[in-house]
């Protein structure tokens, strides 16, 4: 089965890091239905030319929406290779935990969490017939954190033990996997035509590896885990933030 035959499906793939990921795919000869709940945006991306690509408007948190892409996405490709589930509430900071509001914390566990688990659900019987694979996209804020971040920390942490207790119950017919970014500039990746200011010399060199990472550090990975080059791979969470959670800060 050659890539270009292959189909998979990006959750959240208009903007940031998805659609980091869905231009990557599709210049490797994937077939990439994207959904997102910003039609305008998919509406856009889906029209460059950059590739095969069909865009699905829906929201992950809903389970009728979910049904609704992952069927017009087999519907469109004929099978299913690949999810990846990207969609998420990206703004980490909910301010004082004691006056965190309950609809708050629950519309960040229902995309960030629920999300994943619902596309997931609704994707094994069409992975199952392909042998197909699943990467999560969680945040290095499982492992760390800031303060006033409990709501997002807390959907990302459990993104990271959902793929191991997938990847336990799905294999060995399904491979799920899981990344963590840290810090991606995505700003060129917002389906604006604004320029984003360059980043300051401090951004850059207070990673280890010299750099702010770019979304095609995470979309390479994905490729490399949907790929049967990643056939012993499961279960796995990679962190992917230019060495920044191995770094000791101190205050000077």
Request: hydrophobic share 40%; net charge negative; with cysteine.
């Amino acid at each position: 089965m050659s890539q270009s035959e292959r189909v998979a499906l990006v959750t959240g793939g208009a903007k940031g890091i998805g659609r980091g990921i869905v231009l990557y795919l599709a210049n490797e000869g994937w077939n990439v239905a994207f959904c997102d709940r910003d039609e305008a945006v998919g509406e856009q991306l889906a029209k460059t030319g950059a590739g095969e690509l069909c865009f699905l408007p829906g929201d992950v948190a809903s389970e009728s929406d979910v049904q609704r892409v992952v069927d017009e996405t087999v519907q469109w490709g004929g099978r299913l290779d690949a999810v990846i589930n990207n969609a998420g509430i990206a703004d980490p900071e909910t301010g004082p935990v004691e006056s965190l509001g309950l609809e708050q914390w629950q519309r960040r566990l229902d995309v960030n969490l629920t999300g994943p688990f619902l596309v997931t659900k609704h994707s094994i019987p069409h992975l199952r017939k392909t042998n197909g694979a699943i990467v999560n996209i969680a945040s290095t804020r499982a492992m760390q954190s800031e303060p006033d971040t409990e709501a997002y920390a807390a959907t990302k942490g459990g993104v990271v033990a959902l793929t191991h207790a997938l990847a336990v119950s799905l294999g060995p017919e399904i491979r799920v996997n899981c990344i963590s970014p840290g810090w991606i500039d995505t700003r060129a990746f917002q389906g604006r035509s604004d320029e984003a200011p360059p980043l300051s010399e401090t951004d850059h060199h207070q990673h280890p590896a010299g750099r702010v990472g770019q979304p095609e550090d995470i979309a390479s990975l994905v490729d490399y885990l949907i790929s049967p080059k990643a056939s012993f791979i499961t279960g796995q969470n990679f962190v992917v933030d230019g060495g920044m959670v191995r770094k000791m800060i101190y205050e000077e």
